[in-house]
């Protein structure tokens, strides 16, 4: 039994184990900064979306919903 090989998500690359690996779990740092720039990118924009509209979610916000369902 072997422990699966880690893939760098931004380059592919083999990555090293967390211990002694900062950039975990990444190759390295110019990897980790290189995807989370990219995730936080696309992130942002969503929760921006989804977030702007409303009470849309808020458990608090429909007083109908109390289970009167005839
Ligand atoms: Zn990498």
Do not use: H, K, Q
């Amino acid at each position: 039994m072997t422990a699966p090989v880690r893939r760098c998500r931004s380059c592919g690359g083999a990555v090293a184990p967390r211990a002694g690996n900062r950039a975990f779990p990444f190759c390295s740092d110019r990897c980790r900064l290189a995807d989370l720039g990219r995730w936080l990118d696309g992130s942002y924009r969503i929760a921006a979306e989804r977030g702007g509209d409303g009470a849309d979610g808020d458990p608090g916000g429909d007083p109908r919903g109390e289970g009167e369902d005839s």
